[in-house]
């Protein structure tokens, strides 16, 4: 029997003991469970990304289909991680499958040219309104990483400015200073990296201006366009447009992260949404059909850096790119199949509209369960307003862009976040870590209705444990 006990709501963290929540999660996964023990012995906490780490251990997950994902212990869930955003039209899409199974046997890599990544790269310039040029990488990570190294080269300049909790990947560059890597120095990133990157505040639109403004020493500003954390924190469209005016006038290039919005918020992304064209947009993720890949792409005298005869007409030094499975044949037959859906029209009109109905019904179980939480995002991207200080909002009419980025910086961060996601896979839904939902156009309508209905139980859970106030 599991007692019930005060828990001390000043913490940043419950502790999982004495949690009916847990000891109904621990019922359920013991498969889960005894295949973690093992992994602590391989990998570092038995886990191979950082997002995967969970108390009291990760599920262990054997297959996936459409919306759905089943765990080694035979539980069926509600899939609201996406393939970390990659799978736009669900798990194991038909026409995914096919394109896979078709190339597979005719060779997975010819180290050569071939026709998929021409017609994988043509769709990207047809879809990103700013791109003239593509270079496909393996991941996200790495096209973030050439695009930075592409702008310091043009602009014969060493800084880069990105935002405070913006995500771009774990390279040297990017992977300290935000949220999610502390604010101190990642250890093993030499100081020389860390002087050369000024972490600006987007809640302090004026002194970003005037850094922009002032020093001449400036390469590069890169932000994901939505927002932090892909558009947790929004981001208005005039800081945006702010950003591209003085990059502009200062001759700074602007990289848009399009890793998780590209695709998704519009077949042309964030960018075609807001009407705002950066130099550099990094892809990922939806690119590739939910296997490996990414791209950097953008103006043509940018990406020329990358041009064997243009350096040698032009004379200067090209900037040198390998990557043994760039483009290859089985992520550029995913990429195509999955970039004639997107250009179709099909999957993310469909992502979104089904994100809508989500967060529209999660805000009517806040509301009906007297609870002051709040679902909101853009469309696919959808996020939990948790409260941590308690301000009184009415679910069925809060504002996220309205509210100040600092507010919005907390969103996640209710003492018993962590445990509402554990309760919520005690009912079935697996949604992300920050925590919030990815949707995908394989989210039926009924889909909704169960994730809700596990919603209202999940927060049964956490006020029978008196971790949010009973009305
Ligand atoms: N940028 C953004 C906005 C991302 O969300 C991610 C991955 N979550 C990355 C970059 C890194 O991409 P990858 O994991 O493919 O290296």
């Known amino acids: 029997m599991v007692t019930k006990v005060a828990w001390d709501m000043s913490k940043n963290s419950i502790p ?4 009916q929540i847990v000891a109904a999660f621990e019922q359920r996964t013991g498969k889960s469970k005894a295949r973690h023990l093992k992994a602590l012995e391989v990998f570092p906490s038995g886990i191979v990304h950082d997002s995967r780490h969970m108390k009291p251990y990760p599920l262990t997950i054997e297959r996936a289909e459409g919306a759905w994902k089943w765990d080694t212990d035979g539980n069926r869930y509600i899939d609201y991680f996406g393939g970390h955003g990659s799978l736009l039209l669900g798990h194991a899409h038909p026409s995914m499958v096919a394109a896979v199974n078709a190339q597979i046997g005719l060779g997975t890599h ?8 021409l017609q994988w790269g043509l769709l990207v310039k047809r879809l990103i309104p700013s791109a003239e040029r593509v270079r496909f990488t393996s991941s996200g990570t790495e096209a973030n990483s050439m695009a930075i190294r592409l702008a310091r080269a043009f602009t014969g300049r060493n800084k880069l400015v990105r935002f405070k909790s913006h995500f771009h990947g774990w390279q040297d560059h990017v992977a300290f200073g935000s949220k999610f890597a502390g604010t ?3 250890p093993g990133i030499v100081d020389g990296i860390v002087e050369n ?3 600006a505040d987007p809640a302090d639109p004026r002194a970003v201006r005037d850094t922009l403004e002032t020093d001449d020493n400036i390469a590069a500003v890169i932000l994901e366009p939505t927002g932090a954390s892909s558009g947790q924190v929004p981001l208005g469209r005039d800081f945006v447009e702010m950003l591209r005016d003085v990059t502009a006038a200062r001759g700074i290039v602007l990289i848009f992260d399009e890793v998780v919005t ?12 807001l009407g705002l064209l950066p130099d550099l947009t990094t892809l990922a993720k939806i690119l590739s059909g939910g296997l490996p890949g990414g791209a950097v792409c953008g103006r043509r005298d940018i990406m020329e850096l990358l041009d064997f005869e243009a350096a040698e ?38 992502a979104n509209e089904q994100g809508r109905k989500l967060t529209a019904a999660w805000n009517r179980v806040f ?9 909101y995002g853009q469309g696919s991207c959808v996020y ?4 941590p200080d308690a301000m009184d909002i009415d679910p069925l009419n809060f504002d996220a862009a309205a509210q100040p980025v600092p507010v919005m910086e907390k969103a996640g961060e209710h003492a018993a976040a962590k445990l509402f996601r554990l309760a919520l896979l005690v009912n079935g839904v697996d949604v992300n870590a920050k925590p919030g939902a990815i949707v995908s156009a394989a989210h039926s309508d009924d889909d909704i209705a169960e994730t809700a209905e596990a919603t209202r139980q999940a927060l049964g859970m956490l006020k029978a444990e008196g971790l949010i106030p009973v009305r």
């Open 16 to 19: 999982f003991t004495n949690s």
């Open 110 to 117: 010819p180290a050569a040219c071939h026709d998929l990544e």
């Open 184 to 186: 101190k120095h990642v």
């Open 197 to 199: 990157v000024i972490v």
């Open 262 to 273: 590209g695709f998704r918020v519009s077949p042309g992304g964030a960018q075609a949404a």
């Open 313 to 350: 007409t032009k004379g200067f030094e090209k900037i040198p790119h390998q990557g043994t499975f760039n483009a290859n044949p089985l992520s550029a037959a995913a990429g195509t199949a999955m970039l004639r859906r997107v250009a179709d029209g099909e999957g993310t009109e469909k």
């Open 367 to 375: 509301a009906e369960e007297g609870v002051a939480w709040a679902a």
């Open 384 to 387: 939990f307003f948790t409260n």
